[in-house]
């Protein structure tokens, strides 16, 4: 049975069983005060601010039986799989692969690199972890979407413009249909906050729609299994 979210620029038909959570890069180095985030200078509150939200539609996906998963970006601990021109770019003094406040900087199984105690994933729900920006680079996402039959994705995570705008587009010229939940999102530049919200729902939803956890809660509700019900 189909539903719909309230969404701009118009409502999106979904269906619980071929709709999936996907939550990209909500980690410790990037959310958390004294983390590399805020090494580099920027207020992570402006982060932060996504946590409530996204802890309340993740409760909800999970109510209704979604298929939920979490990405992590970070490399191998010899860095074989970090680009030499990501390495060296912006000219750090503390980049990645080195020691930062939180262990060695985007270093798969440091403490940075976890994901927040709010939004911790349960046993059972899918960690991708990733090298790149996209969440489908070099990653087997595609794969677990196709064997579950998912077509519709809602997107939460950060950063606005940068993961979860590179993944949004890589699912969009992948045939998914993607919602973006704007107080899901978040950017450590308010102007890039705005303006890659914009650019999702542009042009009759160039790259897919844009709603509100609260929007987004509510169809959830609505398409949540009763009580003896799988799946």
Same mark, same amino acid.
């Given at each position: 049975?189909p539903f719909a979210? %309230?969404?701009?620029p118009?409502?999106?038909? &979904?269906e619980? /069983? *071929? =709709?999936?959570? +996907?939550?990209?890069?909500m980690?410790?180095d ?9 090494? +580099? ?8 601010a996504?946590i409530?939200?996204c ?5 909800a996906?999970?109510e209704?039986g979604l298929?939920?998963?979490h =990405?992590r970006?970070?490399?191998?601990? %010899? +860095?074989? %799989?970090?680009?030499?021109?990501? +390495?060296?770019r912006?000219?750090l003094? *503390? ?11 985007l270093?798969?199984g440091?403490?940075?690199h976890?994901?927040?105690p709010?939004l911790?994933? /349960?046993?059972?729900?899918p960690?991708? %972890?990733? @090298?790149? /920006?996209?969440? &489908?680079?070099? =990653?087997?996402l ?6 579950n ?6 997107v939460?995570?950060? *950063?606005?413009?940068?993961c979860v705008? *590179?993944?949004?587009?890589?699912a969009n010229?992948?045939?998914y249909?993607?919602?973006?939940l704007?107080d899901?999102?978040?950017s ?7 303006v ?14 844009v709603s509100? @956890?609260?929007?987004?809660?509510a169809?959830?509700?609505r398409c ?8």
């Open positions: 049975m979210f %309230d969404a701009e118009y409502a999106l038909e &979904f619980r /069983k *071929t =709709t999936a959570l +996907l939550i990209i890069d980690q410790r990037f959310l958390e005060p004294g983390g590399f985030g805020e090494m +580099l200078g920027n207020d992570v509150s402006l982060l932060r996504a409530g939200p802890q309340r539609v993740l409760a996906a999970r209704a298929l939920v998963m =990405t970006e970070g490399h191998r601990p %010899d +860095l074989a %799989d970090a680009p030499p021109a990501k +390495l060296a912006g000219g003094e *503390t980049g990645i692969g080195a020691e930062g406040p939180m262990g060695r900087i270093i798969r440091e403490p940075g976890g994901i927040i709010e911790a994933p /349960k046993p059972g729900e960690v991708i %972890d990733k @090298s790149g /920006k996209g969440a &489908f680079y070099e =990653t087997d595609e794969l677990m979407l196709r064997n039959d998912i077509r519709t994705i809602i939460c995570g950060v *950063t606005t413009e940068v705008h *590179t993944t949004v587009r890589e010229d992948r045939g249909e993607c919602l973006v704007e899901c999102v978040g450590y530049f308010p102007e890039f906050q705005r890659g919200i914009d650019m999702i729902k542009a042009q009759g939803g160039i790259f897919g729609w509100t @956890s609260e929007k987004a809660i169809g959830l509700n949540a299994p009763q009580p003896g019900h799988r799946r």
